[in-house]
Each structure stands twice: as C-alpha cells, then as structure tokens.
C-alpha cells in the first residue's frame, strides 16, 4: 500500500519545495514614489523648464527627503549644481534656501564679485576659497592684502547664467554665492567699498 502512493508523494513534496524556492526567490516588496526627474544632461546654473523634467518612479528608500514629486515644486528655479540625466531633483540642488541644507546654524549665503571676474568660470560648488582683500594702488598707498574669510564653501556660481540670473543686476556670470557666518558675511559685504576682492580655491 506505502509502496502504491510513494510516487505521487514524493511528486507533491518535490512541488512544494520548488513553491517554496520561488516564493523565497520572489522580489520583496518594495515601496517607491513617484519623482521628478532630469530628462537630459542640465548644467548648473540654468532655469529648470517643464522640457527639462520627467517622471519616474523610483524605490523610496534610495530618494533623498526633499526630492520633487511633482514639475510645479521646480520649474522656473535655478540649478545650483549640474544633474546628469535621470537624477532625481532635489530642493537642496536649487539656488535658495535649499543650498544652505546641512550647514551650521547660523550660516547665510553670501552673493561676492570678485574682482577677477575669469575667477568664477574656475570654481565649482562645494570647493572652499579664502576671500582676499587687496588696498592701496601701489603708489600713494602700498597694496596690502589682508584674508577676511577662510576655506568658505562655493554654494553656487553665475559662470553658466547669461540671462540676468536669480541675482538680477548686470553681470551675473560673475558673481559666486558663499557660505559663511554673520561675522564673515559683515565682512564681505563691505569689502567692495574698501579695495578689490579676491577669491583663492584651498584645500579642504
């Protein structure tokens, strides 16, 4: 009698143990979210468009937390970092509030203009400068340079916005937007009055 239903036992059993291989093999469930995303190669520094952007959706647990769901959250702001195609839009990438995320409290985004305006097209965010102040014209009074700020992160730079930028005014290519306290930023902001300004790329 064992012997009559050995056969098909032993078929059921095989079954269940490749059902439970497969089941093992099977993918988890994974929750993801609908994004925006870049749909070309964007440059830092340009206005997002609608052209520019494209949906995905995407594991949730890879997005960072201010990643754009949907067009109308960035079209219109300004990259303040390069986006390869098919990267997810973060606020944090955007000129604005967003630059300063991660920073110490108390830190505020600097707009300089170098006096060097060729210096801008040399700097890319996240690198660090000293900010040098040059006085004197070399004969009534001796030049002397002083550094009033020290290893200050690039937040942003107008070397890629020729159309009149977030900053407005004339020459936008050649500004850079700095990280750095109220101390320094005191001081920054009253150093064109004084003599030419300098910014000089330092290790971090």
Same mark, same amino acid.
């Given at each position: 009698? #064992?012997?009559?239903? %050995?056969?098909? #036992?032993?078929?059921? $059993?095989? =079954?269940?143990? &490749? *059902?439970?291989?497969?089941?093992?093999? =099977?993918?988890?469930?994974?929750?993801?979210r609908a994004v925006v995303v870049a749909a070309r190669d964007l440059p830092a520094g340009q206005a997002i *468009?609608?052209?520019? $952007?494209?949906?995905?959706?995407? =594991?949730s647990q890879a997005l960072p937390p201010d990643v754009a769901g949907h067009a109308g959250e960035v079209v219109?702001? %300004?990259? *303040?970092?390069?986006?390869?195609?098919?990267?997810?839009?973060?606020?944090?990438?955007?000129?604005?509030?967003?630059?300063?995320?991660?920073?110490?409290?108390?830190?505020?985004? +600097?707009? +300089? %203009?170098?006096?060097?305006?060729?210096?801008?097209? $040399?700097?890319?965010?996240?690198? #660090?400068?000293?900010?040098?102040?040059?006085?004197?014209?070399?004969?009534?009074?001796? &030049?002397?340079?002083? &550094?009033?700020?020290? /290893?200050?992160? +690039?937040? !942003?730079? @107008?070397?890629?916005?020729?159309?009149?930028? !977030?900053?407005? @005014?004339?020459?936008?290519?050649?500004?850079?937007?700095?990280? /750095?306290? /109220?101390?320094?930023?005191?001081?920054?902001?009253?150093?064109p009055g004084r003599g030419r300004i300098f910014l000089v790329l330092v290790a971090g």
């Amino acid at each position: 009698m #064992l012997a009559l239903y %050995r056969r098909p #036992l032993a078929a059921c $059993l095989a =079954a269940l143990s &490749v *059902a439970c291989a497969l089941s093992a093999l =099977a993918p988890q469930h994974v929750p993801t979210r609908a994004v925006v995303v870049a749909a070309r190669d964007l440059p830092a520094g340009q206005a997002i *468009a609608a052209s520019d $952007l494209t949906q995905r959706v995407l =594991a949730s647990q890879a997005l960072p937390p201010d990643v754009a769901g949907h067009a109308g959250e960035v079209v219109g702001r %300004r990259l *303040a970092v390069p986006l390869r195609s098919g990267s997810p839009v973060a606020l944090a990438s955007l000129v604005g509030p967003g630059l300063l995320t991660g920073t110490p409290p108390g830190t505020v985004a +600097v707009p +300089v %203009r170098p006096s060097d305006a060729e210096t801008v097209s $040399l700097l890319s965010p996240g690198q #660090l400068v000293d900010v040098v102040l040059s006085t004197g014209n070399g004969y009534e009074q001796p &030049v002397e340079s002083t &550094v009033i700020a020290s /290893a200050l992160p +690039v937040l !942003w730079t @107008g070397d890629t916005a020729s159309d009149g930028g !977030w900053l407005g @005014g004339e020459g936008p290519a050649s500004m850079v937007v700095l990280a /750095a306290s /109220a101390a320094e930023s005191a001081a920054l902001a009253g150093a064109p009055g004084r003599g030419r300004i300098f910014l000089v790329l330092v290790a971090g």
